[in-house]
């Protein structure tokens, strides 16, 4: 096990297109998390998935922004229409149970940076 | 709502100096502590946690005391390397009402060593 997966590392796109990342967690890990770090500040909550099942979208979450994880296993996180105040970097981290969590945090992956032009 | 605030950078030290990173944060209830620290061009990685009061975290030289009576989660280390230099962030974690366990980061702090 590698850790925690996301693809692309890097993506360009212009303003008004859809784009799609990648998120593979660590293989025994059930809980799934997405957010986001623009320049100089620190990582917000975007959602969550135990499981398969999304139980927590954070108001950043516009309804240009949708997140999947199909049979609990990779998720991928797509944003409609871009607009420049997109750009950031998409952090995926997973996690075990909510005790695992606590007693040991998460475990991120190096993220996809996003510049929407 | 909870927060976490730490000190602003950047920071610049020396080789074998002493660090210290303040944080402080806010939490409507009995919150785990962590920091995290991100190197250039990487995702974060966690440094060390406490889960409560009086617990002290410790890896790679650095350190953290869970103060409860003060809010504070303060990072130190003895004799800072030019490794060392990256990105710290203070974060704190309490359950959601949909049991998520969101994890609330502070801004972060630069820091640059130099030898």
């Known amino acids: 096990d590698t850790g925690v997966s996301q693809d692309p590392r890097h993506k360009i796109t212009k303003r008004g297109q859809n784009v799609t990342f990648r998120c593979d967690p660590i293989?025994?890990?059930?809980?799934l998390y997405w957010y986001r770090q623009t320049l100089g500040q620190g990582p917000e909550f975007l959602t969550y998935?135990?499981?398969?099942?999304?139980?927590?979208k954070s108001r950043l979450l516009s309804d240009r922004f949708s997140a999947e994880r199909p049979k609990g296993s990779f998720s991928t996180l797509e944003i409609q229409r871009t607009e420049q105040g997109d750009s950031a970097m998409y952090l995926c981290a997973s996690s075990l149970d909510g005790l695992g969590v606590a007693n040991y945090g998460y475990t991120f992956g190096s993220g996809t940076r996003l510049t929407v032009v | 709502g909870d927060s976490v605030t730490q000190m602003e950078g950047p920071v610049t030290l020396s080789e074998e100096a002493f660090l210290t990173i303040n944080c402080t944060y806010t939490a409507t209830g009995y919150p785990s502590l962590f920091w995290y620290v991100q190197y250039p061009g990487e995702g974060l990685q966690l440094l060390l946690k406490a889960t409560k009061a009086d617990d002290k975290g410790s890896n790679k030289g650095f350190e953290a005391t869970y103060r409860k009576e003060t809010t504070s989660f303060h990072l130190e280390k003895g004799s800072v390397q030019v490794s060392d230099s990256a990105v710290y962030f203070c974060a704190l974690s309490l359950i959601s009402g949909a049991g998520s366990y969101q994890l609330t980061f502070g801004k972060g702090t630069k820091l640059s060593v130099i030898p």
């Open positions: 293989s025994e890990h059930n809980r």
């Open positions: 998935f135990q499981n398969e099942a999304q139980l927590e």
